[in-house]
């Protein structure tokens, strides 16, 4: 048996149904065999439908004509709500499964997709308006989300500005947003852009707006402890911030520069209930816990997007001292940020730009230098968090001018992170031990020449001895 589908003419031969009827209104010779009325009250409009039809490809139809209301027994239903270009399309499509959907109606035909509940439709407009959303009309799209109760396209608009914020702070139509609008962007996390540029922006918007009441209850929302301490010195400077919140600033930036008072800094962090000294920073280390440390590597790295995305891929305490189980999990993820600590509390570790790998098929070959086995990152360096044993400062160790090929190596599988041709740092099999050949192809600290014990000691206490006690690794 054969079965012949010939959907073109099916759709083709109700929608000639449906226009030949409603093209022709003085015509009446085949007014029996329609036995609905639907009436677009804007220009009183009539259209003849057929109950069958719109019962068939509507819930909401075929809910009003079983309930046996006065719209079923007048065979008549009056829309107040659309226009009637609108509205003769949808009914088009109800016939045919046609629809022409462009930029200027495509709202429209979801919100009375909504309210009638026509599953198909909904799907169809919301699938174009997500892939054309704009900064344009994104505000517009927002309010009309929320004024008809269309949440899943109210959250895919969050989306947008969420991955997009950096470039939309920029255009005009951010200065547009609403209060609500601007609280729902500062109480989301996944924000790639810096606290400090978010508040600039706020600030500006709140010049706009000349209104002082809505800015202070939008500042409130500013995580101000992911400050630098210079940002901090410059926005104190700034009119609009509530005088509380200026107090509690000025506290905090005196309690933070001397670290005798880290108990009482703490007190103050743990008693505020807003959210100026709760981070929005992901970086939740336990190697690293104080702020101008985090600052620091905020600073070194240089790219926002990756600072506040990226997350804890491993931990070797939690996954285990486990070379290969290491390999297997952070390798080929691009951006990867490395943080040790030994036992002898030195905190040391490298980034690097392009990721981590022990099979070069998986790479891509202009990062790779085949003939030596190493990968090629010229924004790679390592870093050291400073010490309090000897006062050390924390510093950025950039990749020296010509090695840029020696980077990383990826031939050794059996080792952990390896920085550098010459082990700048090293982690063995185990990751519970490594050595620092440190100053072959990253520079060294002023002063310290290649190969001296100082240099062989200066990230993890020794050349050779030191011992891990916890293991890093992030990314996105």
């Known amino acids: 048996m054969t079965t012949y589908l010939n959907l073109e003419k099916l759709s083709n031969d109700l929608k000639n149904l449906f226009q030949n009827q409603n093209q022709n209104q003085n015509q009446n010779q085949n007014e029996s ?25 509507s819930q909401y139809f075929k809910s009003l004509f079983n309930s046996k209301m006065k719209e079923y027994q007048e065979n008549k239903l009056i829309l107040k709500d659309v226009s009637n270009s609108i509205l003769s399309s949808i009914l088009n499509y109800l016939y045919s499964g046609k629809i022409e959907i462009n930029l200027e109606n495509a709202i429209q035909i979801l919100i009375f997709s909504s309210k009638y509940l026509i599953d198909e439709l909904i799907e169809i407009s919301l699938h174009f308006i997500k892939n054309n959303l704009q900064f344009e009309t994104i505000v517009d799209i927002l309010k009309l989300s929320e004024a008809v109760n269309l949440n899943e ?21 951010f200065l547009e947003l609403e209060e609500n609008h601007l609280n729902s962007i500062l109480l989301n996390n996944d924000i790639s852009i810096s606290e400090f540029e978010l508040f600039q922006s706020i600030i500006k918007w709140g010049k706009h707006k000349s209104n002082i009441n809505q800015i202070s209850n ?30 509690k600033l000025i506290q905090f930036q005196k309690l933070q520069k001397n670290q005798k008072n880290e108990k009482e800094l703490n007190e103050l962090i743990e008693k505020e209930n807003s959210f100026i000294f709760k ?35 491993y931990s070797a305490k939690k996954d285990g001292f486990d070379c290969e189980e290491w390999h297997s999990i952070c390798d080929t993820k ?17 980034f690097t730009s392009v990721g981590f790998t022990t099979d070069k098929t998986k790479w891509n070959p202009k990062d790779i230098n085949e003939d030596y086995g190493y990968i090629i990152d010229p924004n790679a360096f390592i870093f050291s968090i400073r010490n309090d044993k000897n006062n050390r400062k924390s510093e950025k160790f950039k990749i020296k001018q010509g090695k840029e090929h020696q980077a990383l190596y990826y031939s050794y599988s059996d080792f952990g992170p390896y920085f550098g041709k010459g082990a700048d740092f090293i982690l063995n099999p185990d990751l519970q031990s490594g050595g620092s050949n440190f100053g072959y192809t990253y520079n060294l600290p002023k002063g310290i020449k290649y190969k001296s014990n100082k240099a062989k000691s200066y990230l993890a206490g020794s050349f050779r001895s030191w011992v891990v006690d916890e293991l890093e690794t992030y990314f996105i």
């Open 33 to 57: 065999y329609f036995d609905f009325e639907i009436i677009c009250e804007q220009n009183k409009t009539s259209f003849k439908t057929h109950k069958s039809i719109l019962s068939s490809r």
């Open 153 to 173: 396209l109210l959250d895919y608009s969050y989306q947008f500005i969420f991955h997009n914020l950096e470039e939309f702070i920029k255009t005009p139509f």
């Open 218 to 247: 939008i500042i409130e929302k500013i995580r101000f402890i992911d400050f630098t301490n210079k940002e901090l010195e410059n926005i104190l400077k700034e009119e609009l911030i509530p005088n509380e919140i200026s107090e």
């Open 279 to 313: 981070s929005r920073i992901r970086l939740k280390s336990t190697i690293i816990q104080k702020k101008e440390d985090f600052n620091k590597l905020k600073e070194w790295i240089n790219d926002d997007e990756f600072f506040y995305k990226m997350e804890l891929g």
């Open 334 to 350: 691009g951006k990867t940020l490395v943080i040790i600590k030994t036992k002898d509390n030195y905190i040391f570790g490298g």
